[in-house]
C-alpha cells in the first residue's frame, strides 16, 4: 500500500481579500511518486487562514475511500487547530473563553473531513524552498488569480 501525502497552502492579496488554496496529493511506493493530484480554488473575498484551511479541507473531501495519510502545512494555525484547540472546542460546544471561534463553519467541515481517514498533520516553514510546499504555494497564487483585479 503506498504512502500518502498532503502538501497544502493558502494565499490571499490582502487580508481580507482575493485569495487561493492549493494541494497536493502524492501517493509514494519505496520513496517513488506513483501518483500525484494537484488541486486548487479561491474566492474573491476572504483571509488567508480560511485559504490555508480549504486547501487542507479540499484534500480530506477528495478522498473517496477512508486513507492513512500526513498532511503537511506551513500554517500553524491549521496543525495547532486541529491537532490541540479544536478539543477544547468541541467539549464546550463549539465555544472557547473570550469570544467566538474564528472560521468556526470551517473548523466543522475540517473536523468532518479529517474525521473519515487517519490523519497525522505536519508543520514545515513556508517559503523555505519545500518543494512540495513551494508547488502548493504556487497552486494558491493560481486558485487565487481569477478573483484578483
Same mark, same amino acid.
Given at each position: ?16 481579500? !482575493? ?14 511518486? *506513483?501518483?500525484?493530484?494537484?488541486? &486548487?480554488?479561491?474566492?474573491? @473575498? /476572504? /483571509?488567508? @487562514? ?22 503537511? /502545512?506551513?500554517?500553524?494555525? *491549521? +496543525? ?9 472546542? +468541541?467539549? +464546550?460546544?463549539?465555544? &472557547?473563553?473570550?469570544?467566538?471561534? +474564528? ?5 466543522? $467541515? ?8 487517519? *490523519? ?10 519545500? !518543494? ?8 494558491? $497564487? ?6 484578483? &483585479?
Amino acid at each position: 500500500m503506498p504512502d500518502l501525502f498532503a502538501y497544502t497552502d493558502g494565499a490571499c492579496s490582502g487580508n481580507p481579500g !482575493p485569495g487561493g488554496w492549493g494541494a497536493i496529493l502524492i501517493a509514494r511506493e519505496g520513496g517513488a511518486v *506513483v501518483k500525484e493530484l494537484e488541486l &486548487k480554488g479561491g474566492e474573491a @473575498n /476572504t /483571509t488567508n @487562514n480560511r485559504m490555508e484551511m480549504l486547501a487542507a479541507i479540499n484534500v480530506l473531501e477528495t478522498l473517496s475511500r477512508t486513507s492513512e495519510l500526513t498532511v503537511v /502545512t506551513d500554517s500553524s494555525y *491549521v +496543525k495547532d487547530g486541529i491537532t490541540k484547540w479544536i478539543h477544547g472546542w +468541541k467539549a +464546550k460546544g463549539w465555544k &472557547k473563553k473570550g469570544g467566538e471561534i +474564528k472560521n468556526i463553519d470551517l473548523w466543522k $467541515r475540517l473536523d468532518d473531513a479529517q474525521a473519515r481517514h487517519r *490523519v497525522k498533520w505536519e508543520w514545515v516553514k513556508g517559503h523555505a524552498g519545500h !518543494p512540495e510546499n513551494e508547488r502548493a504555494d504556487e497552486l494558491a $497564487r493560481a486558485g487565487m488569480a481569477p478573483y484578483k &483585479k
